[in-house]
């Protein structure tokens, strides 16, 4: 298995709601990532996790909650959000920190937030 | 890299021809670069990497080519096809925080039959 599976592929939400995002791989990779991309603009970095913990949150607002409960997935919790905070949200991942060979990237989830 | 707002610049090219896609990043610190291909509905799909020290590297059908001195790392694709229509990110790492890529602007890349 050589793909990052991410689910639902299309969201609506509304901003009063809490949804979460799904991710997995079953690559054995070590590190797993969040990503926001909006139209015609390239992928925005927001989560890294190394090895299942947080290491690095790009100043992400706490509406959005990531969580690796092992090291095959990667959840980000959303709560409150706002129609800004509507994008294609990506997760990859990489065979360790050093994310080298590059990462894989899941088909990603369209959220849309009204 | 910079954001070009809502319009990404494109190349178009007829197929078969060569392509050349262009990137200025901005850390001369960076040492770990890839191209990836984004399309439509689809997240990024690795293209190629290169590390710094390296000026070119080849893999099949495509190219890339790293000029450190300007900051410059281009991505020739040969005989472009149909298929390559897509848009064409480059990314950029420091060694030691391989993790934390950051992606250019981006380039749509159109391919007339």
């Known amino acids: 298995d050589t793909e990052v599976t991410q689910t639902p592929k299309h969201l609506v939400m509304g901003m009063t709601n809490k949804k979460s995002l799904k991710c997995e791989q079953h690559?054995?990779?070590?590190?797993m990532y969040w990503y926001k991309q909006k139209a015609k603009k390239p992928p925005e970095l927001m989560f890294v996790?190394?090895?299942?913990?947080?290491?690095i949150n790009e100043s992400v607002p706490s509406r959005f909650s990531p969580e690796c409960p092992n090291s095959s997935l990667l959840n980000l919790h959303l709560h409150a959000l706002q129609p800004e905070d509507s994008a294609l949200y990506l997760c990859a991942s990489s065979q360790d920190s050093t994310g080298d060979y590059g990462y894989t990237f899941g088909s990603g989830t369209r959220l849309t937030v009204v | 890299g910079e954001s070009v707002g809502l319009h990404l610049p494109t190349l178009s090219v007829q197929e078969g021809d060569n392509s050349i896609i262009n990137c200025a990043y901005s850390n001369s610190a960076s040492d770990y670069f890839i191209w990836y291909k984004q399309e439509s509905g689809k997240g990024p799909q690795f293209i190629i990497d290169i590390r710094s020290n390296m000026d070119k590297r080849q893999g099949q059908r495509v190219t890339v080519l790293l000029n450190k001195t300007v900051k410059h790392l281009s991505l020739q694709i040969a005989a472009t096809q149909p298929g390559d229509s897509a848009v064409y990110f480059c990314a950029e790492a420091y060694l030691y925080n391989f993790n934390k890529f950051y992606f250019g602007s981006g380039t749509k890349l159109n391919v007339k039959p």
């Open positions: 996790y190394s090895y299942e913990k947080l290491s």
């Open positions: 690559m054995g990779h070590r590190a």
